[in-house]
Nanobody, 118 residues
Framework: QVQLQESGGGLAQAGTSLILSCSAS????????MGWFRQAPGQGRTFVGA???????EIADSVRDRFTISRDNAKNMMYLQMNNLKPEDTAVYSC????????????WGQGTQVTVSS
């Protein structure tokens, strides 16, 4: 079974930066895609970004100019670099994984809280 664990969340001031990490353990997914999702209080879960096995990235329109996603396959790690944080970025951020060809993400982490104060 693939296990995912997020880290790096916390409290940040608006305009600052924060890096989230996702560590994967267990069975290796190859080829596989890893993605970031977030859920604000009282809201549904939304797509933030993803990176495929080849390193191709996709970022949601709402954060494209401020967030970047990357991965380190040797370390089984994925990162979300968040710049110029805004209060609207406050949410629980979760990482997820799937095989490249799948339409859905079967494997999920527990989530990490990001709170941005103004």
């Amino acid at each position: 079974q693939v296990q995912l664990q997020e880290s790096g969340g916390g409290l940040a001031q608006a305009g600052t930066s924060l890096i989230l990490s996702c560590s994967a353990s267990g069975r290796t997914l190859s080829p596989w895609t890893m993605g970031w999702f977030r859920q604000a209080p009282g809201q549904g879960r939304t797509f933030v970004g993803a990176v495929t096995s080849s390193g191709h990235t996709e970022i949601a329109d709402s954060v494209r100019d401020r967030f970047t996603i990357s991965r380190d396959n040797a370390k089984n790690m994925m990162y979300l670099q968040m710049n110029n944080l805004k209060p609207e970025d406050t949410a629980v951020y979760s990482c997820a994984a799937k095989l490249d060809h799948l339409n859905r993400y079967p494997w999920w982490g527990q989530g990490t809280q990001v709170t941005v104060s103004s």
